[in-house]
């Protein structure tokens, strides 16, 4: 069974920053592409980042490249999301996920088979 489960998120002034953080447990992440997505309030879930297995490959969205940086800690079976210079447009419920493709990335919500709880990120102007 594999659990994830994500920490990190609260409230924050426009241009401000929030590292997300994903545990992961009955999956070893070293052999698995995560990603990141968001949902805000009547809105389908949006692609953020993804990273390969190992780490050495990371795809973003056109729009939020820059700002924001996906890494993991593989010995600590963790995810993490960097976002910096938060605008109040990012406000939104943050999802980790874990690719059904083993270490492949990919942005598509569909190629990913386990789901965390979200965590909500909410941003001020």
């Known amino acids: 069974q594999v659990q994830l489960v994500e920490s990190g998120g609260g409230l924050v002034q426009a241009g401000g920053s929030l590292r997300l953080a994903c545990a992961a447990s009955?999956?070893?992440?070293?052999?698995?592409?995560m990603g990141w997505f968001r949902q805000a309030p009547g809105k389908e879930h949006e692609f953020v980042a993804t990273?390969?297995?190992?780490?050495?490959?990371?795809y973003y969205a056109n729009s939020l490249k820059g700002r924001f940086t996906i890494s993991k800690d593989n010995a600590k079976n963790t995810l993490y999301l960097q976002m910096n210079s938060l605008k109040p447009e990012d406000t939104a419920v943050y999802y980790c996920a874990a690719s059904r493709l083993f270490g492949r990335i990919s942005p598509n919500y569909g190629d990913y088979s386990y789901w965390g709880q979200g965590t909500q990120v909410t941003v001020s102007s």
């Open positions: 990273i390969s297995g190992i780490g050495d490959t990371t």
């Open positions: 009955g999956r070893t992440l070293s052999m698995s592409a």
